[in-house]
């Protein structure tokens, strides 16, 4: 309504305007104080439900401070007040695991709690939200589970091992009964020594693969580079290559930079029974390589040769304990390597065909670098 219009109304036109006027301006009003109302009943709703979420809940905003936690995630840190520090400050009370999104957390009774840990960014206003969720319960039972299945599996590993064991003690105390021969001459005597040897060093390889299968779980674990580990590997291995004139070509630049959390010792003897398989496999002046890759959030260390290849019936039991193909074999190299991958939370998978050569694929999670390193 412009000022000359406004001028022409008359007294009650005016009175009737200013009257639509104030009902509109107190709809307005009302509708305003509904959707307030409305929006605090929306936000104490939303925090009845952030305080009974089992889940840690923490929000953060754009500079990684926390602004806001719940009941849970303030239980995880018993006397230290979460909301008004950097999240970094947290995070450095947590420990990586060998599991993907799985860390641990030390309490100052002595105990430990695992958790697992996912984020989502906040894109309307630039902070994350992170969920910490406890699994210490569910990861006491996923070792429980893998303890028994290891115990199923050596239960019934126990009349092979009676079997494989049997066969190398017979000959080693036969050798040795023939030794006592007076009459024997020293070359005989030199010769049936020296079977008793192999046969004895054979029980002892069988026995040492045992407690290794049994063990499972290797030793101590803490960050270990990839690309180093599996260069180091392969270079003890140049020997073994040597003698059967055999090429070892590498491929490792896609793991530089690459850290999983275990035990290196553990796992550069899985990396080395594949790698030895693959030069016993090829032929005198063969080729063993040994290549890296990244998926996501998973390495992969992928061993492959040009040998003969494996057949179909007897690639379905490679990794079964004391399944081999060779004489001198124990038939558990392959069932600890993948125990050790397994223990990593990774796995060990193999893909080959007769006329093809072989690959053994073994793959592992990573974790962040240490602290150093990052």
């Given at each position: 309504?412009t ?49 009974a ?33 950097a ?32 984020r ?65 001459p ?10 008793a ?5 054979h ?15 290797g ?24 003698a ?44 063993v ?18 040998g ?49 050569g ?14 150093e390193?990052?």
């Open positions: 309504m000022a000359d219009s406004a001028a022409s109304l008359t007294p009650e036109q005016l009175a009737l305007a200013f009257e639509q006027f104030a009902r509109a301006s107190d709809a307005l009003t009302r509708s305003y104080e509904a959707l307030q109302a409305r929006a605090r009943m929306l936000s104490e709703r939303l925090e009845v439900l952030l305080q979420l089992p889940a840690g809940v923490l929000v953060l905003d754009a500079q990684d401070r926390v602004v806001q936690a719940n009941r849970a995630a303030k239980a995880l840190w018993p006397g230290l007040e979460p909301e008004g520090r999240w970094a400050e947290l995070a450095a009370t947590l420990r990586p695991t060998d599991t993907p999104q799985e860390v641990e957390l030390p309490l100052p009774d002595g105990s430990v709690r695992r958790l697992n840990l996912s989502a960014d906040l894109a309307a206003h630039g902070g994350r939200l992170l969920l910490l969720h406890d699994v210490t319960e569910a990861h006491r039972l996923r070792q429980a589970m893998e303890r028994n299945l290891r115990l199923a599996a050596m239960g019934e590993m126990v009349a092979a091992l009676a079997h494989q064991l049997r066969t190398p003690l017979a000959a080693a105390m036969l050798y040795v009964g023939n030794l006592a021969a007076a009459e024997l020293p070359e005989r005597r030199a010769q049936l020594a020296e079977r040897q192999e046969r004895l060093r029980l002892e390889r069988l026995i040492g693969d045992m407690l290794l299968f049994a063990r499972g779980e030793g101590a674990r803490g960050p270990v580079a990839l690309e180093p580990l599996a260069r180091e590997t392969l270079h003890a291995l140049e020997p073994l290559a040597a059967k004139r055999a090429r070892l070509e590498r491929a490792l630049e896609p793991l530089a930079g690459a850290w999983v959390q275990g035990d290196a010792k553990a796992l550069a003897g899985a990396l080395t029974n594949l790698l030895e398989n693959a030069l016993q496999a090829i032929p005198e002046g063969g080729t390589r040994l290549e890296g890759e990244r998926q996501g959030d998973r390495a992969r260390l992928i061993v492959s040769d040009d003969p290849g494996i057949a179909a019936d007897t690639l379905e039991r490679i990794f079964e304990p004391f399944f081999t193909t060779r004489s001198e074999g124990t038939g558990l190299g392959l069932a600890i390597a993948r125990g050790v991958a397994r223990a990593h939370g990774g796995d060990i998978e193999a893909f080959s065909r007769p006329g093809e072989s690959r053994f694929v073994l793959t592992l999670p990573l974790s962040p670098p240490p602290l390193d990052a």
